[in-house]
């Protein structure tokens, strides 16, 4: 990885969102989330309100609450507070970035609006620019996740000429599978100075390769560790034991994937890695039988366990 200056770069924890047994948010757990995150998991940055976080399950109101409490118990504490913002409409969009900076996140990113989708990356591009015009102080990363949002465009279009239209850009997580794209961007970003965060974590490896910066993802929550391992050994010039942990890390995925993994398991998943009390998913989600994430964890004991 290449730190740099300014540079978003390592590790980044896409957050849970904590909820009470009946489902309203539970704040009072993310000052707890915090520390663990710092103390067990290595991991010094989150990002907020995301997929991971059912960001888009919940209302301006609660995301706003949220933002809140993640940058004030994050301050002094973790290096980076990234606030995703992105709705379907850019009004609401905007309220949050200008919400996001008026209680002193680091950094916001928007995905693509998936109701009605642009068309083109033209399209996105103005929206894109319409949402950071409202937070110009923050930096701003383009949040791109074809698999969820339906938005087939090609990441390295969509930063094409960005620069012109987004002064306050500075990169974007890429959550997609297309290396050919990925290594494109990498390709853009690097002279401007940007960061290019990766998002598939059980990829990860291979994107580091490819020269990115960091990566943003649900399973650094609680699999931080062993990432970063991975990442220090990569660093080394130990490629046979970066693979080892990543390979490591993908049994547990796949592992996962035969239990049909969700959100609602990976929520799971980590209150019982952290203790921590992550509470149900939001509707529509509905919660995942408790000793599916029992029998996950037990299969990250057993694979940490063998040398
Ligand atoms: C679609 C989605 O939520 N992706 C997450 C972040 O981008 C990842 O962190 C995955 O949860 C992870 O790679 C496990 O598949
Ligand atoms: C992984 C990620 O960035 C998200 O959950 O939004």
Known sequence: ???????????????????????????????????????????????????????????????????????????????????????????????LARHAASVGADAIAVISPSFFKPTNADALKMFLKEVASAAPELPFYYYHLPSMTGVNLEAREILEGIENQIPSFRGLKFSGTDLRDLGQCVCYCRPHGWSLLYGVDEHLLGAVVLGVNGAVGSTYNYLGNIMNSMLTAFEKGDIAQARNLQFKMQEVITFAVSLGFSLPMNKQLMSEFSGLHMGPPRLPLLPCPPDHAKSIAQKLRDVLAEQ
Not at 11 to 35: C, K, M, R, S, W
Not at 39 to 60: A, D, H, I
Not at 63 to 78: P, S
Request: charge should be negative; charged fraction near 20%.
């Open 1 to 95: 990885m290449s730190p740099g200056t300014g540079q978003l770069s390592g590790l980044v924890a896409a957050t849970f969102t904590p909820l009470t047994p009946q489902g309203e948010l539970n704040l009072p757990v993310i000052g707890p989330y915090v520390d663990y995150l710092l103390e067990k998991q290595g991991v010094r940055s989150v990002f907020v309100n995301g997929t991971t976080g059912e960001g888009c399950s919940f209302s301006l109101e609660e995301r706003k609450q949220l933002a809140e409490e993640w940058c004030r118990q994050g301050k002094g504490k973790l290096d980076q507070v990234i606030v995703h913002v992105g709705c379907l409409n850019v009004k609401d969009s905007q309220e």
